[in-house]
Structure formats: structure tokens, C-alpha cells
């Protein structure tokens, strides 16, 4: 029986996964170095010496099936953008959105330990640690959002990749849907509208809005009354139904909707690399590392 601190010792010296150190200790009858060439021959090894450069390129997808029922937007990471245009690459990125919406793992964790729909025989981890040694570069599945509904669920991409809008609604069409996904992409909402904002972001900007008030000489009862008045800017930024459309800034959104009989239910907004610490490279200094060896 192969024990967990022989998969954690081998995992230590590798770097490889888990499920791919559990796999081939189990195959060696717990043999560490005859493991540690199975590792290596799979080339689980030598995607694991990638595991530690940062990945924060890559591509966002979505993908909408069952007649627009069920919808899903994911972000797979890669090093550098020219991956991100490779063709196996984006067939991965496919593969992983379609896993999702059919599959509806609760976590990145719980996708990466599923069979995978392109080869039942392999888990999405492995397929991924395969195409790493392939590719030659570190890749990540980062986060998914998946949504099921009765009414329509709605996608779009910008930027061939950069990112990606889902949405949730009721009511309405398809056309309409994809105005409001344009709209998430361009003016980024970060809520749907004001009961979904947090009460201490809201305490914080209106102490801010009181103190400039403030600071313009205001007395303290005058710029109370000034915040209650500004506060509906704030909202009419970070809210989605209270911003300006931005095919025709003179209707806001919620106008819109109730003009076509319609509501928004959520919606969730990638943009690749978001919050991702991205890698700075000077291009000399890599090509005298490779001719030095």
C-alpha cells in the first residue's frame, strides 16, 4: 500500500502532481527512483520543473449550450502570449469550457480530477501536464463560472481571448443578451446593482465623499446632505442597471431592460491575467542565457 508521505516525498522531489505521483508509485510498487523515471518519461517531470515561472497570459472562452441553458466562461493561463494563439493550446482551453459545462465540477480542484471528455482514460490534470511538456510552457487552469437556467444564458468574447462576459437572464432575446455581455465587457460593473454591494464599501466612499465635502469648506450637516447626492454616481460606476448604456449613454441600463421586459440574474466578467503578477522579461538577457547554455 503506497503511503501519503511517500507521495509527498516523491512529490518534493519532482514537483509533479498528487494523483501523478500516487499513479506511478502505485505502478512501481512504491519504488521511489523507478518512479521518478516513469515521471520523467511521461515528461510529468519535466513539466514540473515549469510549474514555478508564472503564468499570467493565456485565454478566456466561453461556451453556451443546451439552446442557451447552460453557460460557461473559463481562464487558462500560459507564460506568454504567443501560446496563447497556438492552436492546441486554444483547443485545450475548448476542451476545458466544454468539460465544465457538462461535467459542473464545484472547483478548479474537482475539475482537474475528472476523466476527461476528450480521453476517459486520462484525468484533466494529466491532460494538462501532458500538453505543458508539449507546449513547453507552465499552464494553469485558473477559475470558471458556470451558469444553468431556465431563462437564457448569453456569452461574448473581446479581444480574441482578453476577455470574456457571461450572463444570466430573464426575459428578453439574445440580441439584447449580447448588448448587455458589450456592456459588462466595456464598462465593467463589479455588481449587479446596489443591494449586491457590500455595506462597509459603501460606509468607506461615503467617508470619503463627506470628506471632500468637507474639505471644500462645507459644514458637516451641508456635506452630509452633499454624499447622499454623490453616492448615486458611485453606484451608477460599479452597478451594472445604473450605468449609462453605452450604445446610448441617455438610457441607463435598468431602462433598457424594463423597455424590453427583461432582467438580469448575474453575470460574471474575465479578464485575463487579471490580479496575476506578470512576468518582465528583457530580451537580451534571455538570449545570452541561452547561448551561454
Do not use: W
Amino acid at each position: 500500500m503506497i503511503t501519503a508521505e511517500q507521495v509527498k516525498a516523491l512529490r518534493e522531489k519532482t514537483g509533479a502532481g498528487m494523483m501523478d505521483c500516487k499513479k506511478v508509485l502505485t505502478e512501481t510498487n512504491g519504488d521511489e527512483e523507478k518512479a521518478i523515471e516513469l515521471l520523467r518519461e511521461r515528461g510529468i517531470a519535466k513539466a514540473a520543473k515549469k510549474s514555478d515561472r508564472i503564468a499570467a497570459e493565456g485565454l478566456v472562452t466561453t461556451y453556451v449550450a443546451e439552446k442557451g441553458k447552460v453557460g460557461v466562461v473559463v481562464e487558462v493561463n500560459a507564460e506568454t502570449d504567443f501560446v496563447a494563439k497556438n492552436e492546441e493550446f486554444r483547443s485545450f482551453v475548448a476542451d476545458v469550457a466544454k468539460q465544465v459545462a457538462e461535467k459542473n465540477p464545484a472547483t478548479v480542484e474537482e475539475l482537474l480530477a475528472q476523466k476527461s471528455i476528450t480521453d476517459e482514460s486520462k484525468t484533466v490534470q494529466e491532460v494538462l501536464t501532458e500538453k505543458i511538456a508539449t507546449i513547453g510552457e507552465n499552464m494553469s487552469i485558473r477559475r470558471f463560472e458556470r451558469f444553468e437556467t431556465n431563462g437564457l444564458v448569453e456569452s461574448y468574447i473581446h479581444g480574441d481571448g482578453k476577455i470574456g462576459v457571461l450572463v444570466e437572464m430573464e426575459g428578453g432575446n439574445n440580441n439584447l443578451a449580447k448588448d448587455i455581455c458589450m456592456q459588462i465587457a466595456a464598462a465593467r460593473p463589479e455588481y449587479l446593482d446596489r443591494n449586491a454591494v457590500p455595506q462597509d464599501r459603501v460606509d468607506h466612499e461615503m467617508e470619503i465623499l463627506k470628506a471632500q465635502a468637507m474639505n471644500e469648506g462645507k459644514p458637516e450637516a451641508v456635506a452630509e446632505k452633499i454624499v447622499q447626492g454623490r453616492i448615486g454616481k458611485f453606484y451608477g460606476e460599479i452597478c451594472l442597471v445604473e450605468q449609462e448604456f453605452v450604445k446610448n449613454p441617455d438610457q441607463k441600463i435598468n431602462q433598457l431592460l424594463e423597455a424590453n421586459g427583461a432582467k438580469v440574474v448575474r453575470f460574471a466578467r474575465f479578464e485575463k491575467g487579471e490580479g496575476l503578477q506578470k512576468r518582465e522579461e528583457n530580451f537580451a538577457e534571455e538570449v545570452a542565457k541561452q547561448m551561454n547554455g
